[in-house]
């Protein structure tokens, strides 16, 4: 069977895109994300690309590889044994944040939907910080900190709202929160489980994944499991990008000593599927809806609140690492691009945003990146030259 004239200009385009991004990123020095957002409006502007079934399904793909990598990033035990301060510093910020963002909300008028989005904190767009930057940085550790513990509390207030906005607040939404905190319950079981059984039996853990291993195990049993919590979260009919995560975690939790796939992972996703996923984002976004009044300075608005909320809850982070790493950690945490898109994805379906409130959402998000990617670009270099005179 032929393919359509739309499938091939799609394939060629984003081959095209996928191979290029990286050297406009080195030219223009900005980070390759926003190059790749940027890119991906410009070519459904100009009418290259637009939607198709197998393109939707490969962004969706590689949002979930995304979250996969933000969670092999984490170091759970790290976490866990961090000192009190920290976690205590982690969730004053949080309330922080949270309390900003909702004062100012109100303040300035905001539609319910944008209110309730403009807290929300992901990780994802982390990960390729720490590609970037380099995990060992003091203030990307801060930040995957304060993250993961903020991921956990978003997802969950994603999966009540959209079944509260699906099935109103009955008994459905206690059903779906009561799977939410089982499957949470289960995974911290299973993780004390696993401890236990892979420090009585260590042979496992090279069983499982072989050191030198022709048919890439390692790799098998990561994409394995990968799916298999998908597929969990599927059935719980629970957010799906949390399970993808979890399945990160797993792997960099129990499976630390195969440093090599990490890289290998992270090759796969980084130079193919993440790629995808961002000229995605792109493309969603009607570069003509720039001309409608209110958008551009609507979607500022919702930016600079977001942003501005973040760098003052961040004021408590100074403590832990330093004004300039808690100033970067704040600007990393301030691009949720997944799950302010997938919130006002969820509005503008039930009709509890308009055209205009659903475009200044997703217009915003691709602003926080772009903006909060070159500031910490600039502070980092800035930060490098004089440590000492900065902030």
Known sequence: MAASDNSISIILTLSFLIWLSPYISKLVKIPTPPIEIILGSLVTYWGLVSTHEYFDILAKVGFLYLMFLAGMEVNLKQIINSP???????????????????????????????IVSMPLISI????????????????????????????????????????????????????????????ILAIYIAYRLLRVVFWWYPELKNFLMPHDDTSDQNIRLAIALFFILIAIMLLLHLEVAFGAFIAG?????????????????????????????????????????????????????????????????????????????????????????????????IGYEVRMIDILTYYQLILAS???????????????????IAPNQLL
């Open 366 to 384: 691709l602003f926080e990146i772009i903006v909060a990617m070159i500031s910490i670009k600039l502070i980092y270099v800035l930060k490098q």
């Open 249 to 345: 975690v797993a792997i960099s939790t129990f499976f630390h000593h195969e440093k090599r796939l990490e890289e290998k992972m992270s090759s796969l996703g980084f130079g193919f599927l993440v790629p995808i996923f961002f000229i995605y984002v792109g493309a969603s976004f009607d570069l003509k809806a720039l001309a409608l009044e209110g958008i551009v300075s609507g979607a500022l608005l919702i930016m600079g609140i977001m942003i501005a909320s973040r760098i003052a809850g961040g004021y408590v982070l100074h403590a832990i690492g330093g004004k300039s790493d808690a100033f970067l950690a704040s600007l990393s945490l301030s691009m949720p691009l997944t799950l302010m898109i997938a919130v006002a994805t």
């Open 124 to 183: 994802g767009i982390l990960a390729t910080l720490s590609k970037e930057y380099g995990k060992d940085e003091n203030w990307i550790q801060l930040a995957f900190i304060v993250g993961v513990i903020g991921e956990v509390i978003s997802i969950a207030a994603l999966t009540v709202i959209d079944a509260a906005i699906m099935v109103g607040f009955g008994f459905e939404l206690l059903v779906k929160m009561g799977y939410l905190l089982l499957f």
């Open 84 to 114: 009190k301060i920290i976690l205590q510093k982690s969730l004053v910020f949080l309330a922080l944040m949270t309390f900003f963002t909702t004062v100012l909300g109100f303040a300035f008028g905001l539609n319910a939907i944008v």
